[in-house]
C-alpha cells in the first residue's frame, strides 16, 4: 500500500527527494538492493545540500549489507555518521557487517558504542523493529548481531 502511495506521489511530483529515498526504503525492506541504490542515488542529486542526508548514506549502507557488500556497507555506514555520529541505523549495519567480515574485535566495539546511544537493545528488541525486513535480509542482521555478541534478552 505504502509503494502504491508513493508511485503516486512521484508520478505527482518525481522530484520529491524525500519520496525517493522512502520509496529507495521500501525496496531495501524487499531486498532489491539496485533498485534501492538508483532511488536513494536519485533523492541525493535531488536535495544535495538536505541536512538529513546522512539518512540517504545509512540507506545505501544498509543496502550494500543487504546485497553482502560488506566493506561498502561499512564504507557508506562511516559516511552516514560522519553526518550524524548518533544514527544507530548506520551503527547496527556496521556492527553487522564488521561481525560477517569476521573484524569481531570491531564490531563488538561499534556495539559498546551503539549500546551506550541505545542501552536496551537486544535481540528480541531487534525483532520487534525490524519485522518488516525480508526474511533472508532479518537473518543476516540477526547472525551479525550474535557474532558481535549483543545479548539476546
Given at each position: 500500500?505504502?509503494?502504491?502511495?508513493?508511485?503516486?506521489?512521484?508520478?505527482l511530483?518525481?522530484?520529491?527527494?524525500?519520496?525517493?529515498?522512502?520509496?529507495?526504503?521500501?525496496?531495501?525492506?524487499?531486498?532489491?538492493?539496485?533498485?534501492?541504490i538508483?532511488?536513494?542515488?536519485?533523492?541525493r542529486?535531488?536535495?544535495?545540500?538536505?541536512?538529513?542526508?546522512?539518512?540517504?548514506?545509512?540507506?545505501i549502507?544498509f543496502?550494500?549489507?543487504?546485497?553482502?557488500r560488506?566493506?561498502?556497507?561499512?564504507?557508506?555506514?562511516?559516511?552516514?555518521?560522519?553526518?550524524?555520529q548518533?544514527?544507530v541505523?548506520?551503527?547496527?549495519?556496521?556492527v553487522?557487517?564488521?561481525?560477517?567480515?569476521?573484524?569481531?574485535?570491531a564490531?563488538?566495539?561499534e556495539?559498546?558504542r551503539?549500546?551506550?546511544?541505545?542501552?536496551k537493545?537486544?535481540i528480541a528488541?531487534?525483532?520487534?523493529?525490524?519485522?518488516?525486513?525480508?526474511?533472508?535480509?532479518?537473518?543476516?542482521?540477526?547472525?551479525?548481531?550474535?557474532?558481535?555478541d549483543?545479548?539476546?534478552?
Amino acid at each position: 500500500m505504502a509503494a502504491a502511495a508513493l508511485d503516486r506521489a512521484l508520478a505527482l511530483n518525481p522530484n520529491a527527494a524525500h519520496a525517493w529515498i522512502a520509496r529507495g526504503f521500501i525496496h531495501a525492506l524487499r531486498n532489491q538492493p539496485e533498485a534501492a541504490i538508483e532511488a536513494c542515488e536519485r533523492a541525493r542529486r535531488l536535495s544535495p545540500f538536505d541536512p538529513h542526508s546522512y539518512r540517504y548514506a545509512g540507506l545505501i549502507a544498509f543496502v550494500h549489507l543487504a546485497a553482502r557488500r560488506f566493506e561498502q556497507a561499512i564504507e557508506w555506514a562511516d559516511r552516514a555518521l560522519h553526518g550524524q555520529q548518533r544514527f544507530v541505523s548506520a551503527l547496527r549495519v556496521k556492527v553487522v557487517a564488521l561481525a560477517h567480515l569476521g573484524h569481531l574485535d570491531a564490531a563488538r566495539a561499534e556495539l559498546n558504542r551503539m549500546l551506550a546511544i541505545d542501552p536496551k537493545l537486544t535481540i528480541a528488541g531487534f525483532r520487534t523493529i525490524a519485522r518488516f525486513q525480508a526474511p533472508e535480509l532479518h537473518e543476516l542482521f540477526l547472525t551479525g548481531l550474535r557474532l558481535a555478541d549483543l545479548p539476546e534478552k
